[in-house]
């Protein structure tokens, strides 16, 4: 028997969803994988593997405004879960999904967005990518469903009952289902509710034909800890009626070392065998024993799918764990990585960013440059701090292990107060950890170029500043206009229970530390969808930054 190790793509990626492309003569059966972004620039990542264990990010679907834009819009909303489809008689391939401009789950306020699908022939390119092709109904996790029977295309979506009872304790958020033009997204029928859930929310919708039956696999309860998968079977169409089990197909519960699994996307590998994807989070614990809120958010996961009696068997009817039962041996370059390892470096040789860095919100023009200075990323802030809800000056990665550290080199001569860059531990705007140069003023009235931390409290909204002053002769500060040998060392490490983040400059040095529980906390307005990321920033106080911010030997190690 052979096993892997999940999660198969670790950090923030939530709702994985995946299509399937036949081998040819020259080449083998490859899969494609896309994951959630929520509010973060670009949309949509493209995963590629030919083992289905091994991925490595190829690009993203939405990459540029005409495409997704995302002003001002708070934690947990954006881009929601998605649908990746490939049709081999067109040789395309389809991404549905839908942006949330407004959600405010705590006052019950938000915009159910229309959604759109954006489509390519050539998934290599993110710049094949088309605009979006609106939808009429609307909801949120889209599906779309081509029934090669009668040869008509199907949206399914998530949205609130119209029938909703005024005193209702619950979402009441079902799965609806319509015939669409697909051409031009055109609703040709009414949405239909196929499936409504005990727990009040039923999401995460995808629709399947496999021999005589249709399946609708369906995520329920809340992607929180009741998070639970079901699947319901019709011999009829879309519409149903579906027969279901009784039962979702599993449950990991809240006190298992993979938690709130589910949303999964279930296919045919093209050898006669099924998998499916789903998301799961993977907490460790507090020194009281309790579970932390898990810091990379969730995951996504692979299991193996066997069917019985026409219903499918997830992990062999076990709960999801992280050492999972595979079909083949197959090496893992994930569980190569020992302590020491350079997990990735940046490649400052190229004209422009280089995949795997993410912004919040669309950005409304550049900030960064890669040939400004060569062998640097130069950033120049903008007018906006990080607790702004626009688009600030940071460029963020994913943490991906509990056990690593991102480390950067860092000049910057900033020659006004309120200027800053420095890195970043990134949760939200509401919640965040830095550790930068500054020019400060000081009680006197002069000016002195200052390290300033940042530290997240455990309350929203509200971290703490601290200053250090650079040595000078002796003295508490200085008044330089640049410092000496002008570059600073800055180093964010991560454990399982702690954050910490220092800066060196010859033989000054300052390291502060914090629990991650204080950092991944829920936001006032939003959700917490999305996991820590690790990245660089700018900014001016209510300017832009005229001094740029000069980035090189950025790494992320393994420790």
């Not at 029938?163 to 619950?170: E, G």
């Not at 499918?312 to 390892?341: A, M, S, V």
């Not at 023009?365 to 990323?377: A, D, F, I, V, W």
């Not at 010859?506 to 914090?514: A, V």
Request: glycine share 8%.
């Amino acid at each position: 028997m052979s096993y892997f190790r999940n999660p198969i793509i670790p950090g923030f990626n939530p709702d994985p969803t995946v299509c399937v492309v036949p081998a040819t003569d020259t080449t083998p059966t490859t899969y494609f994988l896309s994951t959630s972004t929520f509010e973060y620039f670009p949309g949509c990542p493209i995963y590629t593997s030919t083992d289905l264990i091994n991925w490595r990010l190829i690009g993203h679907a939405l990459t540029r405004r005409s495409q997704i834009e995302m002003r001002t819009v708070e934690p947990g909303a954006g881009c929601w879960a998605s649908t990746l489809r490939y049709r081999s008689q067109e040789k395309r391939w389809y991404l549905a999904t839908g942006v949330f401009q407004r959600y405010r789950p705590a006052s019950d306020e938000r915009i159910f967005p229309r959604g759109f699908y954006v489509y390519t022939d050539n998934i290599w390119d993110d710049d094949a990518w088309s605009d979006p092709v609106y939808f009429d109904n609307p909801g949120f996790d889209q599906d779309l469903f081509w029934d090669d029977d009668d040869g008509k295309v199907y949206l399914s979506t998530t949205v609130r009952f119209a029938d909703r009872p005024p005193n209702s304790k619950l979402k009441d958020f079902g799965i609806h289902v319509s015939e669409i033009e697909l051409s031009t997204g055109r609703t040709l029928t009414p949405p239909r509710l196929i499936r409504e859930s005990p727990h009040g929310i039923a999401e995460g919708s995808h629709i399947l034909r496999r021999g005589a039956y249709y399946y609708l696999f369906t995520a329920e309860g809340g992607t929180e800890a009741g998070h639970q998968e079901w699947v319901f079977r019709s011999r009829e169409g879309v519409y149903g009626p579906w027969e279901a089990q009784g039962k979702p197909l599993w449950y990991n519960g809240p006190d298992e070392e993979v938690q709130r699994t589910g949303h999964a996307d279930v296919f045919d590998d093209g050898q006669g065998n099924w998998w499916a994807v789903l998301l799961g989070v993977r907490p460790t614990s507090g020194e009281d024993g309790s579970f932390l809120e898990p810091q990379m958010g969730r995951e996504s996961f692979l299991v193996k799918v066997d069917w019985v009696d026409d219903w499918p068997i997830f992990n062999e009817g076990r709960n999801i764990t992280l050492t999972t039962i595979g079909r083949e041996p197959i090496d893992q370059t994930i569980t190569l990585i020992k302590p020491g390892d350079i997990k990735w470096q940046a490649d400052m040789c190229q004209q422009d960013l280089e995949l795997g860095w993410y912004q919040k919100n669309s950005p409304l023009k550049q900030c960064y440059s890669l040939t400004e200075r060569p062998g640097h990323l130069r950033l120049y802030g903008t007018c906006y701090n990080l607790s702004s809800p626009e688009a600030p000056a940071m460029l963020l990665r994913k943490q991906s292990s509990y056990n690593e550290t991102f480390e950067a080199k860092m000049q910057f001569t900033p020659r006004k107060a309120g200027y800053e860059a420095g890195v970043v531990i990134w949760w939200n705007q509401y919640s965040y950890a830095t550790c930068g140069l500054t020019r400060h003023k000081l009680l006197d009235g002069k000016q002195a170029l200052t390290m300033v931390f940042c530290l997240p409290t455990g309350t929203p909204g509200v971290m703490t500043r601290r200053y250090s002053n650079f040595e000078s002769n002796g003295s508490g500060g200085t008044t330089d206009e640049t410092l000496p040998d002008n570059t600073i060392g800055l180093r964010i490490e991560a454990t399982p229970t702690t954050y910490s983040l220092s800066f060196k400059l010859k033989n000054q040095e300052l390291t502060y530390s914090f629990p991650s529980r204080d950092l991944t906390i829920m936001p006032p307005i939003g959700g917490a969808f999305s996991g820590t990321m690790f990245g660089v920033y700018a900014f001016g106080e209510g300017e832009p930054v005229l001094d740029p911010a000069d980035f090189s030997d950025i790494v992320i190690r393994a420790t």
